[in-house]
């Protein structure tokens, strides 16, 4: 988890469900391509998620939609 950023990751963002349940999502470094961010959930498993995806859900964040 050293190498790909996740003992002390660029982004953690919790999440809390309608239910009351959190989540926190801890994404770390660039893969080696760059296209891809080295993530995981709660701590578990490392995967891999799109640039594109963390560039829409930080667009989010910074902007939120608004209700209808």
């Not at 963002?13 to 770390?28: E, F, H, K, N, Y």
């Not at 893969?31 to 989010?60: F, H, N």
């Amino acid at each position: 988890a050293a190498d790909m950023g996740l003992l002390t990751p660029a982004y953690t963002i919790q999440l809390t469900w309608m239910d009351g349940q959190a989540q926190v999502l801890s994404v770390g470094a660039q893969t080696p391509t760059s296209s891809r961010y080295y993530a995981s959930v709660d701590g578990g498993q490392p995967m891999l998620i799109s640039i594109y995806s963390l560039a829409e859900v930080k667009k989010m964040l910074e902007t939120p939609p608004v209700l209808p």
